[in-house]
């Protein structure tokens, strides 16, 4: 019998998908990040499962929020997931200027309107409730970067020159994009049965932001001295 916030049976083995989906991109994530030296065959497996599990992820996200639930912070965050990890991925297919397919600038452009979407939404809130504060602050962060990472791309689609080794470093970021949101989703969904703070939950949704940031910077300066870009 099923149990929880379920609509029905179809519902239940939706989110069912989703999570197994969610714990396997955590694990091969994280092993894809300690798999060294990068580009070894430890790291591509691991990178393409995270990779097709994160599409998993953003399409059983798409049939529960449109199907069962509708809800936009939620459809924002999985737009944000999915655009990250997909940018990511393809900029390994696409190192030579204008070798860009019909779908890298859908889902750039999706991107910036979904963005742009999460943004207005926040602010719309804070218009009925002040309590809503917390909550517009997420929109705003996180509809922010995915708008203004989904412009780049656009930007960078025009180019007719690329930088040395951008496809390394853009793929280093937007993957590390993307498994902070992975590691967001797993924090907010059982965080929250150990500790709460109030109007301040907010802050669990920052917190692998706030932490892997930091790690990604350094991570990109090693490389740059490495590949002798400074």
Known sequence: MLSGNYVNSIHYYILLI???????????????????PKGNKLHKKSGLLYFWCMVIIFATSLLAIVFFKFNLFLFGIAMLSFFTSFSGYRSLKRKKPNDVKWYDKLVAYAGVIS?????????????????????AILCSVFGGLLALNAYKDIKHFKKTEYEKMWWWFHHL??????????????????IYKVVQLGSFDFIFWLLPTIILV???????????KKFKMD
């Open 173 to 190: 970021n937007m993957m590390m994009a993307a498994f902070i949101a992975s590691v967001t989703a797993a924090l907010v969904n059982n």
């Open 115 to 135: 963005g742009i979407g999460l943004i207005s939404y926040g602010l719309y809130t804070v218009t009925l409730s002040t309590n809503n504060i917390g909550f």
């Open 18 to 36: 989703h999570v197994i989906a969610g714990v396997l991109s955590l694990l091969a994530g994280i092993i894809a990040i300690v798999a060294t």
């Open 214 to 224: 930091p790690f990604i910077v350094g991570w990109n300066r090693y490389y740059k």
